[in-house]
């Protein structure tokens, strides 16, 4: 049977693994811009924070990321559920972009701006909430852009602890040697790091300036 | 970048509202995603012969009795896999042995005769984890080492303790599951004194009899249910000093699942005590070294047996 | 806002040292007062404190010794976010708020202090008028307008709460010639109208000559001298003559206030 006739076949379950994916990406990629962009906000406008939070960050990219689920596992109510773990360790990856681009796009802005604004008697919170993060926002996208198709790759690799997802697919296939549910792992996954990474990319457009 | 800002922006405030309207979305969809399903049986299973057969033989026999839709996640990568998978609710029932839920996943230690071990992890597991276990299937598939029946005949050998004053002399092959786990080669060796001259070769399982066979290997640890066993004539060494706990193939469920789905308790008792060490092998070899389709092999079998029609 | 009841300077320098945070002095000794209604200009080199000390008036920054009053009030005890709001505070680069339209920006203060939308969109239209505005611009966005027209929104902006106090640092500084001396006339214009008291930073003597009530002269972080710009043109100070001759023929247009 060819491709295209197995992945019709199969439709369900490459469904069902789309939305387990979608699920870890989603997920870690929401937390990670919670904690993200204060975390680069603060390190934007004090920059004693700088070294340490991005210092912190970019460690954390450069373990391994089977290693770091390797690390993980055996942690406490952490490690007993994969898809917990699959979500902390998606999170900590997804940090990096969303704390650089924060911190990039909140100094990116005119310190003009942030002088008359000041000048004029705007609190440090109405600064930040009506015209730095206003200001920033296509940048901070960008880095949300570029967590969100890097979350899409990784939770690929989590389905090798046991999470789910559309890496499930291409581990079975691996093992049953059957090239055709590789690609039934590999395609949607590949698609949906596409369409992220163009959605996200139209709507930066939208929000940036002409 | 600070040019573009001089010049920012003109939709900012919509873009605000955008961006609101989209984590909004966002988040309503992604909590449709989150894991769970309530008219379908998902069937899972680990990625060696054994398992995919009783798999296929779960997956079927729920088919016959019941009116649920029953998917199959087979060739999971792994007791982990299927552990982590059935406590999320992506599977609902997967074939184990007592031994391994024991040991690996259990983490206690092992001790106690076949029903004891069956009892102790059906309790813990309704206990603590939200699981059941079905009867079990009839058979014992615990670890076998064997060797090549020419050189049981020659030696006469019959149990591990004869066999251990060979050690140093032979080469090991084994599988990684075995060379890791709690339950494997580290308390074997204590057990019996085993030293080999050098460490033992990581194998597939599924390579490890025909390296048997080829004079690569002199001893290996496969399973008592092996379908290679007869075919390569191979002779599995008996286990005097019992190490090994007893490893009674069951099924384990959801609890979830079984309240959404009763009939399915009905099809597991219909399986206690069906399927006897030979039966295994021989369902083993079909698909080993027959190269029989599963779902052949599985009807075939539930039919002979008068669980389906 | 900001109705002034004391009879004393509305704004008040009382041997004010400020010291940058590696240590480098920038002001010391600075002793000032500015009188309600009047036009101080800060004249000066760039380096010699100028805006430094029109930073100190709405705080933007902190004297390290001396004490700084608005009102009688002194800066280190009061509200700082009132005390920036009762003051309208115009900078050279303006910063305008890129996202917002020039409605928006004027309404900056109003918003935040919570006024109606009519007294809001009342107040803009009245002050786009008389900033010389056409009223169809409140809808544009600053990068859509002159260099002009920006520095005019921004002055637009200072004045929307109606602050009793103006601080302009090098306004005009970034505009052509033609425009500057526009809005030079204009400010004269609206000085007389309304009446503000205001502190005006520059380097241009010209400038200082034309629009101040008082010319404060500054340099290396002193007050040399403050003086009614007649009074400058005849100084015998070293540094005030030292200005006036490097200005030279270019004074001549320049005698007397209130422009036409």
């Known amino acids: 049977m060819n491709l295209v006739h197995f992945l019709w076949q199969n439709h369900d379950q490459i469904m069902e693994l789309t939305l387990e994916h979608l699920w870890l990406v989603g997920i870690s990629t929401l937390l990670a811009v919670f904690v993200g962009i204060p975390l680069g906000v603060m390190s934007a406008h004090w920059p004693v924070w700088n070294k340490p939070v991005l210092g912190t960050a970019n460690i954390i990219q450069t373990i391994p990321s089977l290693a770091l689920f390797g690390f993980l596992l055996p942690v406490p109510w952490l490690g007993d559920r994969a898809d917990r773990l699959a979500i902390l360790a998606l999170t900590l990856y997804a940090l990096l972009p969303v704390i650089r681009n924060t911190y990039t796009g909140i100094r990116g802005v005119d310190p003009a701006v942030v002088e008359a604004g000041r000048g004029m008697g705007l609190t440090d919170g109405q600064l930040l909430f009506q015209v730095e993060l206003p200001l920033a926002v296509s940048v901070i996208l960008s880095g949300i852009r570029v967590a969100v198709v890097v979350s899409v790759g990784l939770a690929t690799i989590a389905a090798a602890i046991g999470a789910g997802g559309l890496g499930e697919f291409i581990f079975r296939g691996l093992a049953m040697v059957n090239n055709q549910l590789i690609l039934a792992g590999a395609i949607p996954a590949a698609v949906l790091a596409l369409s992220a990474d163009f959605g996200l990319g139209w709507l930066e457009k939208r929000l940036r300036p002409r | 970048m600070k040019r573009h800002q001089q010049h920012a922006c003109r939709r900012s405030f919509m873009g605000q509202r955008w961006t609101a309207g989209c984590v909004i979305l966002l988040s309503v969809l992604l909590s449709s995603c989150a894991p769970s399903h309530s008219n379908r049986i998902v069937v899972g299973s680990k990625n060696f012969t054994e398992s995919l057969m009783l798999g296929e033989l779960l997956a079927q026999q729920i088919e016959a009795h019941t009116t649920a839709k029953v998917e199959r996640r087979f060739y999971l990568a792994g007791t982990y896999i299927c552990q982590q ?39 813990e597991y309704e206990a603590r984890l939200g699981l059941t276990l079905s009867p079990p299937f009839g058979f014992n598939d615990t670890f076998a080492l064997e060797i090549r029946g020419t050189d049981a005949r020659r030696l006469s050998l019959k149990t591990l303790s004869q066999a251990a004053a060979f050690a140093p002399q032979w080469r090991a092959g084994f599988g990684y599951e ?15 004194g085993l030293h080999f001259a050098a460490p033992p070769r990581i194998m597939d399982l599924g390579l490890l009899a025909t390296a048997l066979k080829d004079h690569q290997i002199d001893i290996a640890a496969g399973n008592a249910t092996d379908g ?13 000093r019992h190490y090994f706990p007893p490893y009674e193939a069951v099924a384990v469920i959801r609890q979830q699942a079984m309240r959404e789905h009763p009939e399915v308790a009905q099809a597991m008792s219909e399986l206690r005590g069906k399927i006897s060490d030979q039966e295994m092998q021989q369902l083993n070899f079909a698909l080993d070294g027959q190269h029989r389709d599963v779902k052949d092999v599985a009807h075939e079998f539930l039919r002979s047996k008068g669980l389906v029609r | 806002m900001g109705t002034d009841s004391t009879d004393g300077p509305v704004i008040e320098f009382r041997d004010v040292a400020y010291v940058l945070p590696n240590g480098q002095p920038l002001l010391s000794g600075l002793n000032l007062r500015v009188q309600r209604g009047e036009t101080l200009v800060l004249l000066g080199r760039s380096g010699s404190g100028k805006t430094t000390t029109l930073k100190l008036i709405n705080r933007l920054l902190t004297p390290r010794s001396g004490n700084v009053l608005v009102n009688g009030a002194s800066t280190a005890s009061s509200d700082v976010i009132r005390l920036r709001r009762s003051i309208g505070y115009v900078i050279q680069e303006v910063g305008l708020f890129p996202h917002f339209t020039v409605e928006r920006n004027i309404a900056l203060v109003p918003r935040v202090e919570g006024w109606t939308a009519q007294r809001i969109h009342q107040r803009v239209e009245e002050l786009l008028q008389m900033v010389g505005l056409e009223p169809q611009l409140g809808s544009r966005y600053p990068h859509q307008l002159s260099g002009g027209q920006r520095q005019r929104v921004g002055v637009a902006r200072a004045l929307a709460a109606d602050p009793a106090i103006l601080l302009m640092d090098e306004p005009f500084g970034a505009l052509d010639a033609i425009t500057r001396d526009q809005l030079q006339r204009e400010f004269l214009s609206l000085q007389q109208r309304l009446n503000k008291t205001v502190v005006f930073v520059t380097h241009d003597l010209r400038e200082a000559l034309r629009l101040g009530s008082r010319i404060a002269l500054m340099e290396a972080g002193r007050m040399v001298t403050v003086l009614s710009p007649t009074e400058f043109l ?12 490097a200005f030279g023929d270019r004074l001549d247009s320049v005698t007397s206030r209130g422009g036409s």
């Not at chain 2, 031994?99 to 996943?105: N, Q, R």
């Not at chain 2, 709690?182 to 019996?192: F, N, S, V």
């Not at chain 2, 066993?229 to 002779?235: Q, R, S």
């Open chain 2, 85 to 123: 998978a059935i406590l999320a609710g992506r599977i609902d029932i997967y074939p184990e042995y007592t031994g391994t839920a024991l040991t690996a996943i259990l983490k206690q230690k092992v001790g106690g005769d076949r029903a004891e071990v069956y009892q102790r992890v059906k309790s």
């Open chain 2, 178 to 192: 075995f060379m890791e786990r709690p339950d494997g080669y580290a308390g074997l060796a204590a057990a019996y």
């Open chain 2, 228 to 240: 290679l066993i007869p075919a390569l004539d191979l002779f599995v060494l008996e286990d005097d």
């Open chain 3, 234 to 245: 005849q100084s015998t100070d070293p540094l005030a003559s030292a200005y006036v001759q």
